[in-house]
Nanobody
Framework: QVQLVESGGGLVQPGGSLRLSCAASGRTFSNYYIGWFRQAPGKEREFVASIRWSTTITYYADSMKGRFTISRDNAENTVYLQMNSLKPEDTAVYYC????????????WGQGTQITVSS
C-alpha cells in the first residue's frame, strides 16, 4: 500500500522560504512520478511540480518556475519542494501525489499540509 506523508508546512512571511517533504513508502518508486499539487480556499486543486523518480526529470507549472524546486532523495524515499520568494497567493494546502509513469491519473495522495503566507 502506497503511503505519502507530507510535512514542513506552516506560517511564513511574504518573501520567505519553506521546504516541504513527502515521505513515500509501500513500494519501490522507480516507475513513478511524484508530484506536488495545491488547493487554495475556494479554488480548484492545481499542479505545482512533479519529478520522475528514476530519471529525476522535473516539470513545473509556469507560475512556479524559478521560485519552486522539486527534488528527491533516493536513500530517504523522500521528495522535497523548496519554495522561495513566497507570496500571499501561495497560501494553500499542498498535497503530494504519486502515479506510475504510464498513467495519466494520480492514484495516490497524501493528507496535505497547510502553507500560509502572511505578514
Amino acid at each position: 500500500q502506497v503511503q505519502l506523508v507530507e510535512s514542513g508546512g506552516g506560517l511564513v512571511q511574504p518573501g520567505g522560504s519553506l521546504r516541504l517533504s513527502c515521505a513515500a513508502s509501500g513500494r519501490t518508486f522507480s516507475n513513478y512520478y511524484i508530484g506536488w499539487f495545491r488547493q487554495a480556499p475556494g479554488k480548484e486543486r492545481e499542479f505545482v511540480a512533479s519529478i520522475r523518480w528514476s530519471t529525476t526529470i522535473t516539470y513545473y507549472a509556469d507560475s512556479m518556475k524559478g521560485r519552486f524546486t522539486i527534488s528527491r532523495d533516493n536513500a530517504e524515499n523522500t521528495v522535497y519542494l523548496q519554495m522561495n520568494s513566497l507570496k500571499p497567493e501561495d497560501t494553500a494546502v499542498y498535497y503530494c501525489a504519486a502515479r506510475m509513469y504510464f498513467q495519466n491519473t494520480w492514484s495516490y495522495w497524501g493528507q496535505g499540509t497547510q502553507i500560509t503566507v502572511s505578514s
